[in-house]
């Protein structure tokens, strides 16, 4: 049953245990045939059992006897189990700052990931959300090839819905026709016939590049402040640059 393993027993715990229930008192011998656990780890299961309360045992002609209790105690259980969880979760939250501190630390070298198909795309997609929420400049960027479009969104296509939701905005330089509003989002064109199948993403401290290969993304994400910072600036003279040409 798998409430036995929910409250932290193993499979064979939940097997033994069970068993004395419906079957009554048994030796060690008796419950490891019945259930096909070998001896050693019926020995061990029962007693985990009994430290927890599971299980008594007593002795019947020179034979230790094993009896289950009243499955109620699992409610006890529970509730010392749910006790647990809410002091880790105090102490996890006392313990973050430090522990982000630590990452924060070790991450002033930049880092590089690299990601394979559409599963790493929606990895790329779902880390622009959660770092764009929570930065104070809630805008990021992008350069989208339009030979590249509709392979984004193969694995999330509730990204724009996301995005706005979460009031995270964007810039587009698109290269090539086609490209859509969604809300929250800005686009200028660069006219091109052909370009390479490729979509940039310039968000927080990071660069994630998405090419195309034989019908199939791979991605590289780069964390690094000073690179994220250079490809802003030269993304926002160009947007710049074409809000003039089509003045």
């Known amino acids: 049953m798998k409430i036995f393993e929910k409250l932290g027993f193993s499979e064979n715990e939940g ?8 079957n009554g008192g048994a030796s060690i011998r008796q419950i490891a045939g019945d259930t096909g656990i070998n001896r050693g780890t019926v020995y061990e299961a029962l007693k985990v059992l009994g430290d927890r309360g599971l299980i008594s045992h007593s002795q019947k002609k020179q034979r230790q006897q094993f009896v289950a209790e009243d499955p109620a105690i699992l409610k006890t259980l529970f509730k010392e189990e749910r006790q647990k969880l809410v002091s ?56 989208s090839a339009a030979n590249i479009r509709e ?38 064109w660069i006219t091109a016939k052909r370009g390479a199948p490729a979509y940039v993403i310039i968000y ?36 710049d640059k074409l809000a003039k040409e089509t003045a």
């Open 88 to 143: 880790m979760r105090k102490e996890l939250t006392k313990s973050l700052p430090e522990l982000q501190t630590f990452y924060e630390t070790k991450h002033e070298q930049p880092i590089i990931k690299i990601h394979e198909g559409h599963t790493g795309t929606k990895l790329i997609l779902e880390d622009v959300l959660k770092t764009m929420a929570a930065e104070t400049d809630k805008q990021y960027r992008v350069y």
């Open 151 to 188: 392979y984004l969104y193969y694995n999330f296509a509730s990204f724009s819905e996301r995005r706005i939701k979460e009031k995270i905005k964007a810039k587009v330089i698109a290269i090539g026709a086609g490209g859509e509003i969604r809300g929250l989002d800005e686009r200028r």
């Open 15 to 22: 097997k033994v245990y069970t068993h004395l229930l419906k």
């Open 204 to 239: 927080g401290k990071k660069v994630a590049i998405i090419s195309l290969s034989q019908g199939r993304p791979h991605s590289v994400v780069i964390e690094d402040t000073g690179l994220a910072e250079t490809q802003k600036l030269v993304f926002d003279s160009l947007w």
